[in-house]
């Protein structure tokens, strides 16, 4: 037996590193479909992978998979998780719009540099890491989900959506596509 198999197993078969791999083609993927069919089932992420990338909300917000969750978790957590599937579908529906930037952490970022964000959480100047882990383990579900082009489109295509208790005024002027229990989503007119 040579030392070479007694090495231990690589490390770009830890769970990590198999997942963000797997979360870089979802998202090159999604951002060139008009619909995201469900990805072949060896190509899908899987729970205890999202996990491993960011278990306790705290890992840098530079991959698919923690500025997807960390979205969710921030713009939505305390909800249902429909509430937080919803908030996914909208940030999917900009990820595959040519309108919007090609990847999930450049989407979640936008209008940072001119401090005109389009994500609240990420300009209001508070930490970013999550605090309730049990919301930010379901907010990784769901981008696992919303990645693996298993999560049904609740907004019907919508690319923004604002909580139901305010009333910016970009909102007159999009048509609505629908509204849950915490939010009123919208598309672009035409």
């Not at 005024?169 to 989503?185: A, C, D, H, N, V």
Request: aromatic share 8%.
């Amino acid at each position: 037996m040579t030392s070479a198999l007694l090495l231990p197993t690589a490390h770009a078969d830890a769970p990590a590193d198999v997942a963000l791999e797997k979360a870089d083609a979802l998202e090159k993927r999604a951002a060139t479909a008009a619909e995201i069919p469900p990805a072949a089932p060896d190509a899908r992420l899987t729970l205890t992978g999202v996990i491993a990338v960011d278990p306790d909300g705290t890992a840098p917000l530079d991959d698919a998979i923690s500025c997807l969750a960390r979205s969710i978790y921030w713009e939505a957590k305390g909800t249902p998780r429909e509430e937080m599937e919803a908030v996914a579908n909208v940030i999917m529906n900009r990820l595959s719009n040519r309108l919007f930037p090609s990847t999930l952490c450049d989407v979640v970022q936008q209008g940072s540099e001119s401090g005109q964000c389009q994500f609240s959480w990420w300009c209001d100047g508070r930490p970013d890491d999550a605090s309730e882990l049990d919301e930010y383990t379901l907010a990784l579900d769901v981008a696992r989900q919303a990645l693996n082009g298993t999560l049904p489109d609740r907004t019907r295509g919508a690319l923004f959506f604002h909580d139901r208790h305010i009333s910016p005024g970009w909102f007159s002027e999009l048509p609505m596509t629908t509204q849950t229990q915490e939010f009123r989503f919208y598309r672009l007119p035409g």
